[in-house]
């Protein structure tokens, strides 16, 4: 599921009018106005923090450089994603780190926000950046909290610091002995939820404060709890003073209201976001990338991060030669296939690519079909993946009947490669993308 693909597709809707009518009078621009506060709100939006917004873009969209402009359509769009990045951005929006280790970061929400998994994907964020993170389970009172926390840690490689049902209090006190005496530069302390706010919680939580002293105290919010989420923010916030808001499950909410609603409510950066279930699926949270994807605008930046952890530079230096002296083949295919499996979702990526994400909305992308094709590669000769033109009728049986598949899927396959060579020609020659060598 594509982010914020709900909202997206209205304020296209909204913009497309705008383009179609050249130039726009300031009852044009109130009208659009009024339709992207409607989908903002259907998006699950503060109603404050929706009139807001709009009343500020309409502000700035009824003066004379819009109303006056050759391009007032585009005028209007560039305002929307100025006032779309203010609205998430926050001078604090990284992670902060102590002058003197180690850094305590302190994670609490309610239960079922996915807080014990984003601890373990906390910390495999950090290992990749050279950190060495310990998890500290403080969640005595949720059946399993702490086995739960062990095979997350397990699944990230990071160590993690346990002592039973003893008071959180007293836990985390001898973590941070331990992380100093052993050496870990990061302790992230999973903290008890929930279903609820309640006092003993709140009380609990404060205390363990008190005693840590924490760097970083974040919050975890399920992004599908919509205007809820805002809430449990301004109530963490309240009584705890959060740094920041990590948000869950954001790729399986279409809306995105809490994204666009939490810093507003409770002036408190979202510094992380969810996107997957694997322990890998962890981004930071940029505003102005974020804002880029809403608009339909795609996302560059996040894509060439997403294909530099995928490829080695020596990989991509030499499919560049490959692209080069056009003798890419099907053992150069199938790892770019690999590669893409990496990188996540076909949708997410195709999404993040400039103009290609919406010429290809609505259109059904079957990722079983990528294990098909490997299969059809796998079943070819070492000779025929180097030389495709090696491939004639009586191959193709061969190929289909090995693979499990039709003489037709082997056909579409090959098809689709000469189509896949020639997009990668195309896409490597664009500027912007040039960052993503070794997938383009």
């Given at each position: 599921?594509?982010l914020?693909?709900?909202?997206?597709e209205?304020?296209n809707?909204?913009?497309?009018?705008?383009v179609?009518?050249?130039?726009?009078?300031?009852?044009?621009?109130?009208?659009?106005?009024?339709?992207v506060?409607v989908?903002?709100?259907?998006?699950?939006?503060n109603?404050?923090?929706?009139?807001?917004f709009?009343?500020?873009?309409?502000?700035?969209?009824?003066?004379?450089?819009?109303?006056?402009?050759?391009?007032?359509?585009?005028?209007v769009?560039?305002?929307?994603?100025?006032?779309?990045v203010?609205?998430?951005?926050?001078?604090?929006?990284?992670?902060?780190?102590?002058?003197?280790?180690?850094?305590?970061?302190?994670m609490?929400?309610?239960?079922?926000?996915?807080k014990?998994?984003?601890?373990?994907?906390l910390?495999?964020?950090l290992?990749?950046?050279?950190?060495?993170?310990?998890?500290?389970?403080?969640?005595?009172?949720?059946?399993?909290?702490?086995?739960?926390?062990?095979?997350?840690?397990?699944?990230?490689?990071?160590?993690?610091?346990?002592?039973?049902?003893?008071?959180?209090v007293k836990t985390?006190?001898?973590?941070?002995?331990?992380?100093?005496?052993?050496?870990?530069?990061?302790?992230?302390?999973?903290?008890?939820?929930?279903?609820?706010?309640?006092?003993?919680?709140?009380?609990?939580?404060?205390?363990?404060?008190?005693?840590?002293?924490?760097?970083?105290?974040?919050?975890?919010?399920?992004?599908?709890?919509?205007?809820?989420?805002?809430?449990?923010?301004?109530?963490?916030?309240?009584?705890?003073?959060?740094?920041g808001?990590v948000?869950?499950?954001?790729?399986?909410?279409?809306?995105?209201?809490?994204?666009l609603?939490?810093?507003?409510?409770?002036?408190?950066?979202?510094?992380?976001c969810g996107?997957?279930?694997?322990?890998?699926d962890?981004?930071p949270?940029?505003?102005?990338?974020?804002?880029?994807?809403?608009?339909g605008m795609?996302?560059?930046?996040?894509?060439?991060e997403?294909?530099?952890?995928?490829?080695?530079e020596?990989?991509?230096?030499?499919?560049?030669?490959?692209?080069?002296?056009?003798?890419?083949?099907?053992?150069?295919?199938?790892?770019?296939?690999?590669?893409?499996?990496?990188?996540?979702?076909?949708?997410d990526?195709?999404e993040?690519?400039p103009?290609?994400?919406?010429?290809?909305?609505?259109?059904?992308?079957?990722?079983?079909?990528?294990?098909?094709?490997?299969?059809?590669?796998?079943?070819?000769?070492?000779k025929?993946?180097r030389?495709?033109?090696l491939?004639?009728?009586?191959?193709?049986k061969?190929?289909?009947?090995?693979?499990?598949?039709?003489?037709?899927?082997?056909?579409?396959?090959?098809?689709?490669?000469?189509q896949?060579?020639?997009?990668?020609?195309?896409?490597?020659?664009?500027?912007?993308?040039?960052?993503?060598?070794?997938?383009f």
């Open positions: 599921m594509a914020f693909s709900g909202l997206s209205k304020l809707h909204v913009f497309s009018k705008l179609n009518r050249g130039k726009l009078t300031a009852l044009e621009i109130k009208e659009a106005m009024r339709e506060r989908a903002l709100l259907e998006a699950d939006v109603f404050m923090v929706a009139k807001e709009c009343n500020k873009v309409s502000e700035k969209a009824l003066g004379d450089e819009v109303l006056q402009s050759l391009t007032p359509s585009q005028q769009i560039k305002i929307v994603n100025e006032e779309l203010a609205l998430m951005s926050s001078p604090n929006q990284k992670l902060q780190v102590s002058p003197k280790p180690p850094t305590i970061i302190m609490c929400g309610l239960q079922g926000a996915g014990t998994t984003m601890c373990a994907k910390a495999a964020h290992k990749k950046s050279g950190k060495r993170p310990l998890l500290v389970a403080c969640d005595i009172y949720r059946p399993a909290a702490i086995e739960q926390l062990k095979v997350v840690g397990k699944a990230a490689n990071a160590e993690v610091f346990e002592r039973g049902t003893q008071n959180p985390s006190k001898e973590a941070i002995d331990y992380a100093t005496k052993q050496g870990f530069d990061t302790v992230i302390i999973d903290t008890a939820g929930r279903l609820h706010i309640n006092e003993e919680l709140m009380e609990e939580l404060e205390n363990v404060k008190k005693t840590v002293q924490p760097t970083e105290i974040l919050l975890v919010v399920d992004a599908m709890t919509g205007q809820d989420a805002v809430n449990v923010a301004k109530s963490f916030n309240d009584r705890l003073d959060i740094s808001v948000i869950t499950k954001l790729d399986g909410d279409t809306r995105g209201g809490a994204a609603s939490i810093k507003a409510i409770t002036s408190k950066p979202i510094k992380f996107i997957g279930e694997k322990i890998g962890l981004e949270f940029y505003p102005d990338r974020i804002a880029s994807r809403i608009l795609g996302d560059v930046l996040t894509l060439i997403k294909a530099q952890n995928a490829v080695s020596e990989e991509a230096l030499k499919l560049e030669k490959k692209f080069r002296e056009n003798s890419f083949d099907f053992e150069d295919y199938l790892s770019q296939l690999q590669n893409l499996k990496k990188m996540g979702s076909l949708k990526i195709i993040m690519i103009g290609l994400g919406s010429k290809l909305k609505g259109v059904d992308i079957d990722e079983n079909q990528l294990k098909k094709n490997k299969a059809i590669i796998q079943s070819m000769t070492p025929e993946r030389n495709p033109d491939i004639k009728s009586s191959n193709k061969r190929i289909a009947a090995g693979s499990g598949t039709t003489i037709q899927d082997v056909n579409a396959l090959l098809k689709q490669f000469e896949s060579k020639e997009m990668m020609k195309q896409l490597k020659n664009k500027r912007g993308l040039r960052g993503l060598r070794g997938l």
